[in-house]
């Protein structure tokens, strides 16, 4: 058996306004990049209008209750 010769499909002749596409593309998401970033930089720079409360507490030390018992050992040779 043998197979059928297939020829290649002709190619299109490159289209010219491909050229500006792509660089158009670009320029959208660096846009949209930068709007966001001018978003979050806003967001982040609003500050709460209730202010900021500090509460400073010193915390005392417990006693330690003394010990029991204490216990020598020494070795005799």
Known sequence: MSTPLTTRPERRPP?????WVRPLIWLIAIVAVFA???ALGGALHDNP????????????PLAVPPARETV???RSK
């Open 15 to 19: 289209r010219k306004h491909r050229g």
């Open 36 to 38: 966001v970033g001018l």
């Open 49 to 60: 209008t209730g202010g900021t409360q500090t509460l400073v507490r010193t915390l005392k």
């Open 72 to 74: 020598t050992v020494t």
